[in-house]
T-cell receptor, first 109, second 115 residues
Framework: GQNIDQPTEMTATEGAIVQINCTYQ??????LFWYQQHAGEAPTFLSY??LDGLEEKGRFSSFLSRSKGYSYLLLKELQMKDSASYLC??????????WGAGTKLIIKP | NAGVTQTPKFRVLKTGQSMTLLCAQD?????MYWYRQDPGMGLRLIHY???????AKGEVPDGYNVSRLKKQNFLLGLESAAPSQTSVYFC??????????????FGEGSRLTVL
């Protein structure tokens, strides 16, 4: 079966750095997405990785290792507005997205 | 630019009632999707469409029907609602371009409660 695993919940302090991990087992791989979803709102695109390595976008970076079936999202200089759920999704061999259940990130002052 | 718009935003139904959720996008996207989101679970694909006049089943299609009569609209219908269909429904769309990442653009969601 296809599976995406990410921690259910994480807590971090304002101004700090947090790393959210995602491991996947899918039938094929055609890219990995990270989305941010604030409570009661729609998911919004954060990043896309298809090759191994680190993609940096301002305070957010995403890393991929295809051989390990592993990705992480790194958030630096945390702000209160970063409190949200972070969804990992993998595009499989049929180009369909398989979604993780999401990681709820709580930022404390 | 409205992006992806869903109506209604909230609805309460009784078991056995029917209803239709409307999704409209103004980005000229070919692909459109209907997902449901339940606590503790990832987004699950109900149905999708790869172009006007086409539809296909996703992971959890039972109890739902869809239509894509116009490119900009994708309708999700529940013929006889059941409490198990209580959920938040998201519509999404994306480009067809080969060079595109396949980023999805989501509507704001429709919260449906079936009593």
């Amino acid at each position: 079966g296809q599976n995406i695993d990410q921690p259910t919940e994480m807590t971090a302090t304002e101004g700090a750095i947090v790393q959210i991990n995602c491991t996947y087992q899918t039938s094929g791989f055609n890219g990995l997405f990270w989305y941010q979803q604030h409570a009661g709102e729609a998911p919004t695109f954060l990043s896309y990785n298809v090759l191994d390595g680190l993609e940096e976008k301002g305070r957010f970076s995403s890393f991929l290792s295809r051989s390990k079936g592993y990705s992480y999202l790194l958030l630096k200089e945390l702000q209160m507005k970063d409190s949200a759920s972070y969804l990992c999704a993998v595009k499989d061999s049929n180009y369909q997205l398989i979604w993780g259940a999401g990681t709820k990130l709580i930022i404390k002052p | 630019n409205a992006g992806v718009t869903q109506t209604p935003k909230f609805r309460v139904l009784k078991t056995g009632q029917s209803m239709t959720l409307l999704c409209a996008q103004d980005m000229n996207h070919e692909y459109m999707y209907w997902y449901r989101q339940d606590p503790g679970m990832g987004l699950r694909l109900i149905h999708y469409s790869v172009g006007e006049g086409t539809t296909a089943k996703g992971e959890v299609p039972d109890g739902y029907n869809v239509s894509r009569l116009k490119k900009q609209n994708f309708l999700l219908g529940l013929e006889s609602a059941a409490p198990s269909q209580t959920s938040v429904y998201f519509c999404a769309s994306r480009n067809l371009d080969r060079g595109d990442t396949g980023e999805l653009f989501f509507g704001e969601g429709s919260r449906l409660t079936v009593l």
